[in-house]
């Protein structure tokens, strides 16, 4: 009798611990849809709608990390949820496809850029996140400049690089010379963004370096200020070293010693800036590098056992 009394208190335990278990998944899938509820202002059903869908999805990403991009729409006033369900396609496409040290912030980053740009307008959201990842993928791929540091980058300088009429493409072929040329990505953004504002509030000194007649070079910003830009880095580029160019680069009024480091890295390196420049406006026109590059990472064999992990998982919330 103690016997069986023993075996059914084993068992009595052991279908506790597997019922608690199913609780708590169900519990912490409640948790994520939550947070997506708090920041879209959807109502609870149609979150679970949501989530319907993101079952739908043959992806390695967890429905918690979904919801958790679905949330981080909400934060960039994304409502609706056909909307929602859009950024959250394309940002788990950019997440898988370019990896998990492009960081947390990065997608949420391309989702605000395609809205400040007016991508989102042309292209639709989901359209302009897979373009900016595609040409940040593919200049990951074909140089050394690393992706975290081209997000980061573009999410530094899109501002005023929107307000120069720059291109998201343009301004990543800048940020891979200065990775290449290891230039570190805070100097490298800060230094950009006043020589571009320097650019446009004392033309005539810009236009001097160039070589071109300042009535020229100010109509330049206004139709296309990356040519100017590159106008004038190919004209700093005459001067041979640091001794020639340092006082011309004070002379800017820019700072001294970051400014120097990222001039140097530009102007030296001018024909590599047009070379990928064109390649990322290139991938960015073909929105495919990203999509491409998502189904590879997608079908691996650990990502078979992710989505084995995700039915599993599923199934338990269900129970629970």
């Known amino acids: 009798v103690y016997g069986l009394y023993t075996i059914s208190t084993d068992v009595y335990d ?31 059903d149609a979150v679970k709608s949501l989530n319907e869908d993101f079952k739908k999805m043959d992806t390695r990403t967890s429905r918690e990390e979904l919801n958790r991009l679905a949330g981080e729409a909400g934060k960039l006033s994304i409502t609706g949820k056909e909307k929602v369900l859009e950024f959250v396609d394309a940002a788990n496409q950019i997440n898988v496809a370019l990896g998990e040290d492009l960081g947390k912030d990065a997608v949420k980053d391309i989702g605000k850029l395609a809205m400040m740009f007016g991508e989102d307008d042309r292209l639709g959201l989901r359209g302009a996140m897979l373009a900016t990842g595609s040409a940040i993928n593919t200049i990951g791929q074909s140089s050394s400049a690393s992706e975290p540091y ?11 690089g929107k307000q120069a009429k ?15 040329n290891k ?40 139709t296309d200020s990356n040519d100017a830009m590159l106008q004038f ?42 070379s990928e420049q064109e390649k990322a406006n290139k991938a960015y026109k073909d929105a495919s590098s990203a999509t491409q590059e998502y189904n590879i990472q997608n079908n691996t064999a650990m990502a078979g056992l992710e989505k084995a992990k995700k039915r599993a998982t599923d199934l338990a919330v269900e129970l629970g």
């Open 183 to 222: 230039v570190e990505a805070s100097v490298a953004s800060t230094a950009f963004q006043q020589l571009v504002l320097k650019m446009f509030q004392e033309p005539e000194k810009y236009a001097k370096i160039a070589g071109i007649q300042v009535k020229r070079f100010t109509e330049m910003l206004k």
């Open 233 to 274: 880095l190919s004209g700093l580029s005459r001067f041979n070293d640091l001794t020639e160019s340092s006082p011309v680069i004070k002379s800017l009024g820019l700072d001294g010693q970051k400014a120097a480091q990222v001039l140097s890295a530009l102007s030296g390196n001018i024909a590599n800036v047009r």
């Open 166 to 180: 720059m291109a998201q493409a343009d301004l990543l072929g800048y940020a891979s010379v200065l990775d290449q």
């Open 150 to 160: 081209l997000a980061e980058f573009l999410g530094q300088v899109g501002s005023v």
């Open 14 to 44: 052991k279908v506790i611990g597997y019922a608690n278990q199913r609780v708590e998944a169900y519990a912490r899938m409640e948790e994520a849809q939550s947070q997506v509820v708090k920041y879209t202002g959807m109502e609870s």
